[in-house]
T-cell receptor, first 110, second 111 residues
């Protein structure tokens, strides 16, 4: 069964303090690993899709990387508007289901 | 603009009163899905559909029904809602295997 574990559950940063969020996964035949941002009461907003180990993608202050067992979302010099819950999800080859982790709640203080 | 539209956004209903949450997408996507999100449990898949007339159960299908008569629409039906179905519901769509787009969510309270 596909599984996704995100850590930490919550992270508090000062503005400008860079850090990383972790997403560990087990899946039979990875078809895609997705990162989403979710603000309270809103739908998840797509950030990145990674398909194979070694792949990296960047968007503004965010950079996502992928290995065979985990993915990292690196946040460089975060701003308060980066505060949100970040969700990781995997789409396995043996299933048509997208399996989500429980998310990391990021708070960036000014 | 690419959109997944859900209605209603907010609903309070009583136990046993049938209700339908509609979902429509304008991206001609084959794949559509319903999720519920509960505190501490994250997003869990209820049902999904690979194409018209093709639906399958997700992780938490009990108490729900779906239909896919048209490519753009994927309604979620609660035949006899119960309080444990109080949750935030999301519809999503994708061109199979690619980026999955989510609607804005539907807050459902069953009293």
């Amino acid at each position: 069964e596909d599984q996704v574990t995100q850590s930490p559950e919550a992270l508090r940063l000062q503005e400008g303090e860079s850090s990383s969020l972790n997403c560990s996964y087990t899946v039979s035949g990875l078809r895609g690993l997705f990162w989403y941002r979710q603000d309270p009461g809103k739908g998840p907003e797509f950030l990145f899709t990674l398909y194979s180990a070694g792949e990296e993608k960047e968007k503004e202050r965010l950079k996502a990387t992928l290995t065979k067992k985990e993915s990292f979302l690196h946040i460089t010099a975060p701003k308060p508007e980066d505060s949100a819950t970040y969700l990781c999800a995997v789409w396995g080859g043996g299933s048509e289901k997208l399996v989500f982790g429980k998310g990391t709640k990021l708070t960036v203080n000014p | 603009e690419a959109q997944v539209t859900q209605n209603p956004r907010y609903l309070i209903t009583v136990t046993g009163k049938k209700l339908t949450v509609t979902c429509s997408q304008n991206m001609n996507h084959e794949y559509m899905s319903w999720y519920r999100q509960d505190p501490g449990l994250g997003l869990r898949q209820i049902y999904y559909s690979m194409n018209v007339e093709v639906t399958d159960k997700g992780d938490v299908p009990e108490g729900y029904k779906v239909s896919r008569k048209e490519k753009r629409n994927f309604p979620l039906i609660l035949e006899s809602p119960s309080p444990n179905q109080t949750s935030l519901y999301f519809c999503a769509s994708s061109a199979s295997g690619n980026t999955i787009y989510f609607g804005e969510g539907s807050w459902l309270t069953v009293v």
